[in-house]
């Protein structure tokens, strides 16, 4: 556990290891309180596009974990941070 709290930064995915559906999994709430409490840098994942990080936000604040924002990084955001550095000043 010292390991753990030595930690200057943290990446989790998120369906399946901070929720299930629509349940915060059993001890999600204490690690991300946790987190924020101590000030660690933290990234939630996810290989889903079909959330905007508000979106994420909103959906983990209705199951009682408020996240900000700024913690969140999609498939959609990777997708589409690449084509901007592939072909800078170009339009989809």
Known sequence: MEALR???????DM?????????????????????????????FLTNSSERSPK???DKLA??????????????ALATASFIALQSPKSTA
């Open 55 to 57: 979106e994420l936000s």
């Open 15 to 43: 369906d399946g290891v901070i929720y299930h559906g629509n349940n915060i999994l059993p001890g999600a709430k204490d690690f991300v309180e946790w987190l924020q409490s101590e000030n660690k840098e933290f990234l």
């Open 6 to 12: 030595k930690k200057k930064g943290f990446i989790c």
């Open 62 to 75: 209705r199951m009682g974990l408020f996240v900000e924002e700024n913690h969140f990084y999609t498939s």
